[in-house]
């Protein structure tokens, strides 16, 4: 999924907790992403412009990222690493680190909306990935479906909560 509706949904996930959990789960939800793509992006500004000014089309090709983007990706997008990443903050704060359900949603959001030739998603790793060969969450109906469900979720949430976030926050 894009990496703007994995922020909006990771956020709505914690909305009713207040404005701080709201961006806390809105950059988590991000965040599996930033650290792989987003490092390419930064890096390589001039794809960017051209990507921008309509000169090459798509997301950047295989063969043009460097191995880390691979390496972030596989570590980021596993759910194997989600756990012990869980488990692990869980025994050192002593209590569940509910927060990692923005990053546990990129994952699962991920999972059916990449195609096995462009960065399925491996949710295994390390261990061998029975790859879904999913649909593109570039594909124009499910990018109006995906945003209009963000859209229906962030009424729903604005109407029932908008006092409590605004008292908590
Ligand atoms: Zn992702």
Known sequence: MDVVAHGLWGGALFY??????????????M??????????HVTHPGWI??????EISGPPGLSILPPYVF??????????????????LSSIMKKPP?????????ILC??????ASYFPTPF??????????GIPWSTPWFLAANYT????????????FRTEAGIRA
């Open 16 to 29: 009713p907790q207040g404005r701080k959990k709201f961006i806390a789960g809105a950059l988590l939800g």
């Open 31 to 40: 965040a599996p992403d930033l650290l792989s793509f987003g490092v390419f």
């Open 49 to 54: 412009s051209m990507r921008l000014a309509g």
């Open 71 to 88: 390496y972030a990706y596989n570590i980021t997008h596993s759910l194997i690493v989600w756990s012990v990443a869980f488990l692990l």
């Open 98 to 106: 509910w927060l990692l359900g923005a990053w546990l949603l990129h």
């Open 110 to 115: 991920d999972i059916p909306t990449h195609a």
């Open 124 to 133: 295994l790793w390390p261990f061998p990935t029975p790859f879904v060969d």
């Open 149 to 160: 469900a963000l859209f229906v979720v962030y009424c729903w949430l604005f109407f029932y």
